[in-house]
């Protein structure tokens, strides 16, 4: 009896509405076509948090073991981080469920890893531990009452330029360069995929525009650096490592 009501507050607190618990689990109706797009649009999300744990991981070995960070722009990683704390913050600000914007937290941290290995390699690495300190602030900022939710929804809006122009920028370096340095395959394709299914669960969970809109154009130009990965996938590593 216990493991059934602990299956029960599982399902009701992760997956579930109390109306689907009962059209799919006690009523096995099994076709009730908005619950199963519940359920979907949950499993997604939580899928998504999971991935993103380690999405990133690929990337920064990659650069732990070269120990360079060629083809990868600090400027690109900036405005990324802009996308992804306006995300985190937007949601967090206007209670979201955590199956929503959760892979958020752990993008950031990651990305935020990557921008401080990129000072560190071309030695700035005080400039690096600063850009962490200053960046931990501005974040404790937006998330306190001193901050107007106003501000926290222009900050969202901008997400689609710094989507845009933080993915357009490692477009051009890549094109510049001729190969695509230290990316990974494995973050690319990971992100790729997490932002098209971060489509549907916007749609269903939050129903908010901007951040539909945002997940629509990040898809995109994931896409094209998905396919440049591709196209430069034979171009020899030593002519990544002379960019340096």
């Known amino acids: ?12 607190n992760v997956f579930l509405t109390e109306t689907c618990y009962q059209e799919l689990v006690l009523e096995l109706n099994l076709l009730h076509v908005p619950c199963l797009k519940i359920l979907l649009s949950k499993v997604l999300g939580l899928g998504i948090i999971a991935g993103s744990v380690m999405v990133k991981l690929p ?18 990683v900036l405005l990324e981080m802009l996308s992804i704390t306006g995300s985190m913050v937007y949601s967090i600000r206007n209670h979201f469920p955590f199956s929503s914007w959760g892979e958020a937290l752990f993008l950031m941290l990651q990305t935020l890893t990557i921008g401080f290995l990129i000072q560190h ?4 690495t005080q400039q690096g531990a600063l850009y962490l300190l200053v960046y931990f602030v501005l974040v404790g900022l937006l998330l306190s009452p001193l901050t107007p939710l106003m501000a926290v929804t222009l900050l969202q809006a901008l997400n689609m330029p710094a989507v845009i122009f933080s993915r357009l920028i490692q477009i051009l370096t890549n094109l510049h360069n001729g190969h695509t340095g230290q990316l990974s395959a494995v973050t690319i394709f990971l992100l790729f995929g997490g932002s098209l299914a971060r489509i549907f669960t916007s749609v269903q969970e939050t129903g908010d525009s901007l951040m539909i809109l945002t997940y629509m154009v990040s898809s995109s130009f994931n896409g094209i650096i998905a396919g440049q990965l591709l196209y430069y996938w034979d171009v020899p590593t030593d002519k990544a490592k002379k960019a340096e």
């Open 59 to 76: 990337q920064i070995f990659k650069i732990l073991r070269a120990k360079s960070t060629a083809g990868l722009s600090f400027n690109s």
């Open 121 to 124: 390699y071309h030695g700035r």
């Open 1 to 12: 009896m216990a493991a059934a009501e602990m299956l029960r507050a599982l399902l009701m």
